[in-house]
């Protein structure tokens, strides 16, 4: 049995694996089973019936949380927590601000997963779907509306601060 030559790696995560799938399916094809017979390589055995992913993930939750940037403004955050469904290597989630038309995406491959830079006070509508090797799309979950609230982080002046000079530094209590 003459192997194929592994792919070369583009950069494009989604090419990649799609590329290393090719490839496993092209050793698959002609490896033998126990029995001595070449392994059919269709639904469930890595043919491209494989790729198809039939759930929606599951255990999903969005948290709305806030978080202090450097610079001393907040910024709204949600974290997404799911369970893959399987076939799926990527979770896309699309989420998008109320009153926009056009939802973004983000690419969460593990879970939880922080949405960050998100505004304060806002309403995001939610949903997901996982993503196959090949790109393609299972079903989607429901969408779900999530308000960022104004007061999950207030920011105030410091009371009872202390501070004491040290070589080179100054140690706030």
Do not use: C
């Not at 999903?60 to 940037?69: E, F, K, M, Q």
């Not at 690419?107 to 790109?135: D, E, H, K």
Request: charged letters at 15%; proline letters at 6%.
């Amino acid at each position: 049995m003459t192997l194929p030559y592994p792919p070369q790696q583009t950069g494009d995560v989604n090419r990649d694996i799609s590329a290393l799938y090719t490839y496993l399916y092209d050793i698959i094809e002609n490896f033998d089973n126990a029995a001595g017979q070449a392994i059919d390589p269709s639904v469930g055995q890595g043919g491209d019936g494989s790729l198809t992913i039939v759930d929606i993930p599951t255990g999903i939750s969005y948290t709305p949380g806030a978080s202090l940037s450097v610079d001393g403004s907040i910024f709204g955050h949600i974290d997404v927590t799911f369970t893959k469904p399987d076939r799926a290597v990527d979770i896309i989630i699309f989420y998008k601000e109320a009153s926009d038309t056009e939802y973004k995406q983000s690419y969460a491959s593990m879970s939880p997963f922080r949405l960050i830079s998100l505004m304060v006070g806002t309403q995001y509508n939610l949903y997901m779907a996982g993503q196959a090797a090949n790109g393609s799309l299972g079903p989607t979950s429901t969408v779900t509306t999530v308000t960022i609230p104004t007061d999950l982080l207030t920011v105030g002046t410091p009371t009872d601060l202390t501070g004491v000079g040290t070589y080179q530094s100054v140690v706030l209590s």
